[in-house]
């Protein structure tokens, strides 16, 4: 399994803030945003990642994560020229991808909660093609799933004006190897994009798709408006402070994954000086 961190896009919603930097280089409490959903592809055991970026910002996110060894890992990089709709990841990471399964995670996306990761790796090693729900308020911002009398998913509609469901689809997917040919065969929508909501009614109308319900006990936070933003970070403040744990810290993950040893973690730590950080990470081996 390979994964793709779609982490484009103009951030428009975040303006002034993003006029100068990706959003997915913005902090989230002590981390950047990106560090998030390369922490839920690490916990499934993936390590090829594609990050597909906008030309402008590849350099900064390739000096702040490199080619991933650090973290045992290794990235990718790709430029989303303009910000073509989601389903276009896949045709940019053909080459990538190369008919192998693959999960797509949304830069701007972050998980977390007990259960999550296994939800994740089950998906996975079932080989169907599967997206992800979760309940939410206001429905009429996403993507949506409908269901039939049986509880069997029967169609998605992209942002709905109103709603009989509100089971949101998150932006974690697992698709099949054939994703990137399903993907050419997408035509731009009325907002001039090619959604990904097609791929998923494709996988759909061929029966080749499940759908896993994300818990009460799971957080999914889109991090796409200033709230949400000002959220998330509160959200990972407070369960840090409360736990003594960091959320998504990519080293520790990496050293629980045995992916790197402690001497690796040891060193960098130290590279983060007196930083809280780098105390955390040599609290596990000293």
Known sequence: MRGIILAGGTGTRLWPVTKSTSKQLLPIYDKPLIYYPIATLMLSGIREILIITT????????????DGHQFGVEFSYAIQAEPNGLAEAFIIGREFIDNSPVTLILGDN???????????????????????????????????????EQDNPLKVVE??????????????????????????????STRGELEITSIIQHYLENQS?????????????????????????????????RT?????????IAWRNQWITSEELRNLAIHFGNASYGRYLLSFIS
């Not at 109103?162 to 035509?187: H, M, P, Q």
């Not at 798709?209 to 957080?219: D, E, F, I, Y």
């Not at 003594?244 to 520790?252: D, F, H, M, R």
């Open 244 to 252: 003594g744990q960091k959320i998504a810290c990519l080293e520790e």
């Open 55 to 66: 030309p402008h910002e590849q350099e900064r996110f390739t000096e702040l994560l490199g």
């Open 159 to 188: 942002k709905p004006n109103s709603s009989t469901s509100n089971l949101a689809i998150t932006g974690l997917y697992v698709f099949e190897g054939d994703v990137a040919t399903v993907a050419s065969g997408v035509k731009p």
């Open 110 to 148: 972050l998980f977390y909660g007990s259960g999550i990761t296994e939800m994740l790796t089950s998906a996975i090693e079932s080989g169907v093609s599967t997206i992800f729900s979760y309940q939410v308020s206001n429905p009429e911002d996403y993507g949506v799933i409908y269901f039939d």
């Open 209 to 241: 798709l499940q759908v896993r319900k994300l818990s009460r006990g799971m957080a999914w936070l889109d991090t796409g408006n200033p709230d949400a933003l000002h959220d998330a970070a509160s959200f990972v403040k407070v369960i840090e402070e």
